[in-house]
């Protein structure tokens, strides 16, 4: 524990001071992640508008740590141009000192859905399926490298082929365990 | 991480935490307060949240952070440095705002010339210590 959590679970035994301090932080974490995300994405304050239908100015007003006029509708509207999804939720003070204490520019940014990690593994996933259906099972044991030189392609990194070699799904630095249930659907 | 200071007078006397301690501070505003330290604190170099401090206007290097409360709008005066300007903040002097006028009037003038003496003497700082810490 830091010595600002153990300093804030301290002071919010004051009823007052700790909505006063909460609504504040939650203020200024919606104004400075919307101003992230935008960053982010290397957008201006004008395309964010562009994108949401709405005028520059009410954008810099929204970034601005001092806006406290907050309304569903308005940051649905700002979630759907960014490409994420708003949660809204009621949370405990201690899940909240937590928020603070995870304050950063890193933990604020988040990727739009065509950059989703947990999409683009079911890409990866599907594409993998689908060629197993074309191949007998020796010809799948060879596919893994296969599969990730497109992805690599997708991402436009550099490239690494690697020899494949029978008995080994997933040979690639990536860490990833053989997927046995893959090959059982391919099979299918 | 940013560290933030205390400017100390020629008494070795801590001048914003008599601001504070003196100051008749609703509960929730020492909050909003507090929150707003913090995150300046907290703030990396490439996040300082848009708003958060604004610019005295007439005296370049003073700045003031908001927060607002009931009856009057809380704004310590602090500047950069005065040692490391990319790492630091300093509080100056204590002020409230009412009807877009400091109280005291000439408090960014005090700030200013606290700045002037803690760049000659710049042993007469202290760390901040959060306001709501003290008894």
Known sequence: ?188 | MINLFDYKDSNGYNVMQAWADNMPMQSRDRGKLDNRIDILERAEPNLLPPGLLHNVRGYKHIMHLVAKGKPVTLCPMLCRGVVDFQSEFTFLFGATEKDRKYLPRNAPEIADKNRDDLRLHTQCRCKHERFNKRP
């Open chain 1, 1 to 188: 524990m830091n010595d600002l959590t153990r300093d804030l679970k301290q002071s919010f035994h004051d009823k007052e001071y700790r909505h006063g301090y909460v609504d504040d932080f939650l203020d200024m974490s919606i104004a400075t992640q919307i101003k992230v995300l935008r960053e982010q994405r290397s957008w201006t304050q004008a395309d964010l508008a562009k994108a949401a239908g709405m005028l520059q100015p009410r954008i810099s007003a929204m970034e601005n740590v001092n806006y406290s006029s907050w309304s569903i509708k308005i940051l649905r509207r700002i979630a759907e141009s960014l490409d994420l999804t708003l949660k809204v939720s009621f949370e405990s003070f201690g899940d909240r000192i937590r928020d603070i204490d995870y304050f950063s520019r890193k933990n604020l940014e988040k990727c739009s859905f065509k950059d989703d990690p947990y999409f683009k593994e079911q890409v990866k996933d599907d594409l993998l399926i689908k060629a197993q259906r074309f191949l007998d099972v020796p010809e799948q044991r060879k596919l893994p490298n296969l599969i990730y030189l497109v992805h690599d392609r997708d991402r436009n990194e550099k490239q690494t082929v690697k020899e494949s070699f029978p008995g080994s799904m997933y040979n690639n630095n990536n860490n990833r365990q053989p997927r046995v249930e893959d090959l059982r659907k391919a099979n299918l």
